[in-house]
């Protein structure tokens, strides 16, 4: 069942077409997630289908009903900002409450509310608190009871964990997956962080330029981008690239069929092998991550990047099979070429 449908919306500022034309569908329950990098439309839209933010053109459907002009306040959406605001002389209780107490609920209907949103979010101890004495992990989980209590029809997040340093990132993202779960809820997440979106969504919308360029699993995303700019942006560290005029020297045994104009390969995904190599980098920065380690070189020119359990040092020569490592095929106009394509060429 469709939740939200959004169809050929557009946003303008004065000549300035920040959105061309966006569609999008999500559905009851999923945890959709806006990604893109900064200036690309993610939070502009988000605000535009919250209400905060008038559309140019196009609409916004909830539940079949069109949203357009109506007010953010009637919209049955609930908004989670990256700024907390939470109001600094009201209790935990009477923060998560207030949007109830706004809308004329019993004050009895509004204690039991809170009380049941506060033991999702394990807030019954701080009830009490002033925002003040609170750590930023709290206080985010505030916002977001504060929303919840609202029962609203879809939850947006606006980049709600940026302002947390990133061991409480880490532990607010499993937390918020597993409120997502208890709640069965639809949720659409905007962040510029790209792990966040990873390990979040059950879709992820790649933005760039107020355009998508893909939607997808996370899973579908790293393994089968649909264009360079998806295969650079989704994965850390970032896909390395190298044109097809570049293979022929450094791995002349290498077929690349017709039609291939550049290889993407990602660095965890790069076949270390000193017995069979078809060639070598130089080591210019040796990155440890504890389970392995990130080697910085060039080659043919380009800035490469690998990822290996395998021990070496600066200076060392690094002998890498791009011939059994898992290559990602773009065309001229930087489109995936599909793998079956390039075999049926060779």
């Given at each position: 069942?469709?939740?939200l449908?959004?169809n050929?919306?557009?946003?303008?500022y004065?000549?300035?077409?920040?959105?061309?034309?966006?569609d999008?569908?999500?559905?009851?329950?999923?945890?959709?997630?806006?990604v893109?990098?900064?200036?690309?439309?993610k939070s502009?839209?988000?605000r535009?289908?919250?209400?905060?933010?008038?559309?140019?053109?196009?609409?916004?459907?909830?539940?079949?009903?069109?949203?357009?002009?109506?007010?953010?306040?009637?919209?049955?959406?609930?908004?989670?900002?990256q700024?907390?605001?939470l109001?600094?002389?009201?209790?935990?209780?009477?923060?998560?409450?207030f949007?109830?107490?706004?809308?004329?609920?019993?004050?009895s209907?509004?204690?039991?509310?809170?009380?049941?949103?506060?033991?999702?979010?394990?807030?019954?101890?701080?009830?009490?608190?002033?925002?003040?004495?609170?750590?930023?992990?709290?206080?985010?989980?505030?916002?977001?009871?504060?929303?919840?209590?609202?029962?609203?029809?879809?939850?947006?997040?606006?980049?709600?964990?940026?302002?947390?340093?990133?061991?409480?990132?880490?532990?607010?993202?499993?937390?918020?997956?597993?409120?997502h779960?208890?709640?069965?809820?639809?949720?659409v997440?905007?962040?510029?962080d790209?792990?966040?979106?990873?390990?979040?969504a059950?879709?992820?919308?790649?933005?760039?330029?107020?355009?998508i360029e893909?939607v997808?699993?996370?899973?579908?995303?790293?393994?089968?981008?649909?264009?360079?700019?998806?295969?650079?942006?989704?994965?850390?560290?970032?896909?390395?690239?190298?044109?097809?005029?570049?293979?022929?020297?450094?791995a002349?045994?290498?077929?690349?069929?017709?039609?291939?104009?550049?290889?993407?390969?990602?660095?965890?995904?790069i076949?270390?092998?000193p017995?069979a190599?078809?060639?070598?980098?130089?080591?210019?920065?040796?990155?440890?991550?504890g389970?392995?380690?990130l080697?910085?070189g060039?080659?043919?020119g380009?800035?490469?990047?690998?990822?290996?359990?395998?021990?070496?040092?600066?200076?060392?020569?690094?002998?890498?099979s791009?011939?059994?490592?898992?290559?990602?095929?773009?065309?001229q106009?930087?489109?995936?070429?599909?793998?079956?394509?390039?075999?049926?060429a060779?």
């Open positions: 069942m469709t939740k449908a959004i050929n919306l557009k946003k303008a004065g000549d300035n077409l920040v959105i061309p034309s966006v999008l569908g999500i559905n009851d329950g999923e945890f959709v997630v806006f893109g990098p900064s200036g690309c439309g502009t839209l988000l535009m289908i919250a209400g905060l933010e008038s559309i140019s053109g196009g609409e916004i459907k909830l539940n079949g009903k069109c949203l357009n002009g109506i007010h953010p306040s009637e919209r049955e959406v609930a908004m989670v900002f700024s907390y605001a109001y600094p002389h009201m209790t935990v209780e009477k923060n998560m409450g949007p109830l107490k706004m809308a004329g609920v019993d004050k209907d509004i204690s039991k509310k809170v009380k049941e949103t506060a033991s999702h979010l394990q807030l019954e101890a701080l009830l009490n608190r002033l925002p003040g004495k609170l750590s930023g992990g709290q206080r985010q989980r505030v916002a977001i009871g504060r929303a919840i209590v609202r029962d609203p029809e879809l939850f947006l997040f606006d980049e709600p964990l940026s302002n947390l340093d990133a061991k409480l990132r880490g532990e607010m993202r499993v937390y918020l997956k597993q409120l779960q208890q709640l069965n809820a639809t949720m997440y905007v962040t510029h790209q792990v966040e979106a990873m390990t979040l059950d879709k992820i919308v790649v933005l760039n330029k107020g355009n893909q997808g699993a996370p899973e579908e995303l790293y393994n089968r981008p649909v264009n360079r700019f998806v295969a650079a942006f989704i994965g850390t560290p970032v896909m390395n690239f190298l044109p097809h005029t570049a293979l022929g020297m450094i002349p045994n290498m077929p690349i069929p017709e039609g291939v104009k550049s290889i993407g390969l990602r660095p965890n995904q076949v270390v092998d017995t190599y078809d060639c070598e980098m130089t080591i210019n920065v040796v990155e440890p991550l389970h392995a380690r080697y910085y060039e080659l043919a380009e800035t490469f990047v690998v990822e290996s359990e395998n021990a070496y040092a600066q200076g060392d020569k690094l002998p890498l791009l011939s059994k490592s898992v290559c990602h095929y773009f065309d106009k930087e489109q995936r070429i599909e793998r079956s394509e390039v075999a049926n060779a």
